[in-house]
């Protein structure tokens, strides 16, 4: 088990390299390779493919689904990138329990990924900015760099991201992404 649990954060780590340097192609003004991505389809396959280190962290990753979810016109390899960033960074901080809840109107689709770790100290009332969490972490000494990529990947699609602290403990990070494409 212990050489399980190594192998899967030797995986992380290498994931972070390849995020680090995504985050620097990132901020050069990458070109976005657009194509259908079938929301369910995609918060399935990424879950299952997180839930190998989530089992080694003795955690659960929770998806609640709702029907009818679109096909956005996105860069799905890119979201990936920055939905995994959002579990490795719960299981980091100690999350048991990931619930992945999503929500739409007509011209938004919201994913907010929610842990019960020990997350970041951040005001009780209300979201903030990502960039404010990122600056917050830069003060603790830590980079922020998955959640850099995070914030950069949904500003190339037209969206934002806002995290906030969970009542009686944690983190919640929401993306908002325009469905319309």
Do not use: C, Y
């Not at 922020?144 to 990947?153: C, D, N, P, T």
């Amino acid at each position: 088990a212990a050489v399980a649990v190594a192998r899967l954060d030797a995986d992380g780590v290498g994931r972070l390299v390849g995020a680090r340097l995504g985050g620097a192609k990132l901020g050069a003004g990458p070109q976005l390779r657009l194509g259908p991505v079938r929301v369910g389809e995609w918060l399935r396959t990424t879950g299952r493919g997180m839930s190998g280190l989530a089992a080694a962290h003795e955690a659960t990753i929770e998806l609640d689904l709702p029907p009818g979810l679109p096909v956005l016109n996105a860069d799905g390899d890119r979201l990936t990138r920055a939905l995994e960033n959002l579990l490795r960074n719960a299981l980091q901080n100690g999350a048991r329990r990931i619930p992945v809840l999503v929500g739409q109107d007509e011209e938004t689709l919201a994913i907010e990924v929610r842990d019960d770790g020990s997350g970041l100290e951040l005001p009780a009332a209300g979201e903030m900015p990502l960039a404010e969490v990122i600056a917050r972490l830069r003060t603790t000494g830590s980079h922020g760099i998955g959640l850099q990529v995070v914030e950069r990947v949904v500003q190339l699609h037209g969206g934002s991201a806002a995290a906030s602290a969970r009542k009686g403990g944690g983190f919640g990070v929401r993306l908002s992404l325009p469905r319309l494409g």
